[in-house]
């Protein structure tokens, strides 16, 4: 009982973060920041997220990075967090045995302008094509007896789709019902080329701990 009141807690915090994001699009007043962060390193830190995921359900979660994305750009982390996790969330969601894959690549990158291409490719249950067009409307939601087992309302795609739009970007997906689907969409970004305002200060703990003792940041915003 009490792992079913956790569940479902934690589903209607989710649906109420969507409903406001919506919200908060629907009325203008959701901003798109713009500042510098290490593209590379922001897909490392969302594949490490779902590490665990990976050896709870047996699937095999790839990262294709190329080297070029290995770079300091000036746009907004935080949205871009939240597509990669919920497209790759998706992935493992519908995906119950093979293979997870996170790929990133430049497809333009001209004076001081980049253009970066995502992808999360998956071997789960598939799309039907009839359907495609529907995966990205609000509380519209693919009807299988997979689907069924995975509660949702059908807003993360939606706020996905959005999320990219309002940063200038695109988004698209390939599926075959049974042999996987495949998102990819693309984002433009600002060159950042002084890197070092950027580099972390070393400071000395104000307190000195025996080297056994784990230092831990916990940041959390509602009480």
């Known amino acids: 009982y ?13 649906i109420i973060n ?15 920041d713009t500042v510098p962060f290490h593209l590379g390193q922001l897909i490392d830190s969302s594949k490490v997220m779902f590490d665990n995921i990976s050896l709870e359900k047996q699937i095999s979660f790839q990262k294709n990075i190329s080297d070029d994305c290995d770079i300091m750009v000036i746009g907004d982390p935080v949205r871009l967090s939240q597509i990669l996790m919920n497209l790759i969330g998706n992935a493992f ?51 299988t007896d997979f689907t069924r087992l995975h509660i949702g309302f059908g807003l993360g795609l939606a706020i996905t789709k959005k999320l990219v739009e309002l940063q200038g970007g695109i988004i698209s997906v390939k599926s075959k019902p049974g042999k996987g689907s495949h998102f990819t969409f693309s984002l433009p ?12 200060t070393k400071r000395k703990p104000s307190v000195s701990l025996p080297s056994s003792v784990k230092q831990i940041l916990l940041i959390e915003d509602n009480v």
Do not use: W
């Open 2 to 14: 009490l792992d079913i009141i956790t569940h479902s807690g934690n589903n209607l915090l989710s």
């Open 18 to 32: 969507d409903v406001l994001d919506l919200s908060r699009m629907d009325a203008g007043g959701f901003n798109i």
């Open 93 to 143: 969601k519908f995906t119950e045995k093979g293979t997870v894959t996170l790929t990133c690549k430049l497809i333009k990158n001209t004076g001081a302008t980049i253009l970066a291409e995502f992808s999360i490719k998956d071997t789960g249950i598939g799309i039907p094509t009839d359907k495609l067009n529907l995966i990205f409307e609000r509380f519209k939601q693919i009807d």
């Open 189 to 200: 970004y600002l060159k950042y080329t002084d890197a070092k305002k950027l580099k972390p």
